[in-house]
């Protein structure tokens, strides 16, 4: 009979060595599975926060009539962005002609005077002429909202700007009231979108606060209710584009 041979030290040495670099591989390839477990759960959990965010974000502007634009936020030059100085700490007058109907307005560089400026800048610039009144509300609020050159709510003249200028304590805006759009909770994201106030109403404010009313329109508001708002929103609605397409045909300011 052969006898088994003696395991010898070294083979014996080999044999533990294996078996701890076996014993470590399955520690670490636990501790990698177990870290992409965790990241796996940290992104759903990010993407459901996002979501819910989101969500809730979308719910506020569709069911607050507060907000007068669902302009999203947009990449801005801060270096564009007019000085206050512009507004000359003064009044200034002129005249809004929409669809050839001119509406005489004041504007009040004393109290919004960042708001103003850049209106000043845009309006001598010609940034308006030719653009879309692109919003009327008919129920709750009651404006027609200008300024957007994309005419859908999104476009801007490539800066935002803040915050918050001459918004009513009491939140009630009288008919006349010239004040400016902006998204929803952001009192920073101002550009080139404003809207007239037709009817008195009363338009809550948001964490942001109210809205930066810049001016009002002293002559010329009963045509504009005759000859296009009277005409109502697209499709029955009560906000939306109006059913006469609207443009600013000039915006001259002195």
């Known amino acids: ?3 088994p041979k003696k395991t010898s030290k070294i083979d014996r040495v080999s044999r533990d060595r294996v078996r701890a670099y076996e014993a470590r591989q399955q ?7 177990r870290r992409r477990r965790d990241n796996l759960i940290a992104a759903v959990a990010v993407i459901v926060v996002t979501g819910l965010t989101v969500g809730a974000q979308l719910l506020h502007v569709a069911t607050n ?14 270096a564009k962005i007019p000085d206050p100085a512009l507004a000359a700490n003064r009044m200034w007058s002129g005249s809004l002609t929409l669809n050839d109907v001119p509406l005489q307005v004041e504007l009040d560089g004393i ?12 309006a001598s610039s010609g940034f308006y002429n030719n653009v879309p009144c692109h919003r009327l509300t008919t129920a709750g609020i009651f404006v027609l909202q200008c300024g957007d050159p994309q005419g859908d709510g999104s476009g801007g003249p490539g800066y935002e700007y803040g915050p918050v200028e001459n918004a ?12 400016m759009a902006r998204q929803s909770g952001n ?12 009817a008195d109403c009363s338009i809550p404010s948001d964490v942001a606060g109210g809205y930066s009313v810049i001016g009002r329109v002293t002559e010329g508001l009963d045509q504009l209710q005759k000859q296009v708002v009277d005409a109502g929103v697209q499709n029955g609605s009560n906000d939306g584009k109006p059913v006469v397409d609207v443009r600013i045909t000039n915006f001259i300011l002195q």
């Open 1 to 3: 009979m052969a006898t």
């Open 27 to 33: 520690v670490h390839s636990h501790i990698i599975a």
């Open 65 to 78: 009539p507060a907000n007068p634009t669902p302009t999203p936020t947009s990449l801005a030059d801060s």
């Open 111 to 122: 109290k919004a005077p960042q708001a103003v400026a850049s209106t000043i800048s845009l």
């Open 168 to 179: 009513p304590a009491d939140d009630l805006y009288p008919a006349g009231t010239i004040a």
């Open 187 to 198: 009192g920073s994201s101002m550009g080139s979108q404003f809207f007239i106030v037709y």
